[in-house]
Nanobody, 122 residues
Framework: QLLESGGGLVEPGGSLTLSCSVS????????????MGWYRQAPGTPGKQRELIAIVTSSGNTHYTQSVEGRFTISRDTSKSAVVLQMNDLQPADTAVYYC???????????WGQGTQVTVSR
């Protein structure tokens, strides 16, 4: 099970830290065998695919979509059994529901959290 937290309302230029806690499986197994990602879906786009914005692979590599590179950082926090997304210099275009995902690095089913709302506005 994946559970996101840390969303909220922030002014442009502000920061938020999202956390995706993992339960039902050891975090070491997650870290060793799963790619963990953060996706987002902007408001008013229910028919559009969720956008992958950051991923940390089972081998520890990280990748970002261009629009967040240099502002967002994804990491694994073993002490909290969580995957963290540090978001800096947030802009209104970052407003979205953010979802955590997990998928075995070999492919197969994608597991999702329930999402957490991030709103960037004055």
């Amino acid at each position: 099970q994946l559970l996101e937290s840390g969303g909220g309302l922030v002014e442009p230029g502000g920061s938020l830290t999202l956390s995706c806690s993992v339960s039902g499986i050891s975090f070491q197994e997650i870290a060793d065998q799963y790619d963990m990602g953060w996706y987002r879906q902007a408001p008013g786009t229910p028919g559009k695919q969720r956008e992958l914005i950051a991923i940390v692979t089972s081998s520890g590599n990280t990748h970002y979509t261009q629009s967040v590179e240099g502002r967002f950082t994804i990491s694994r926090d073993t002490s909290k059994s969580a995957v963290v997304l540090q978001m800096n210099d947030l802009q209104p275009a970052d407003t979205a529901v953010y979802y955590c995902s997990a998928q075995r690095s070999t492919g197969g089913r994608v597991y999702w959290g329930q999402g957490t709302q991030v709103t960037v506005s004055r």
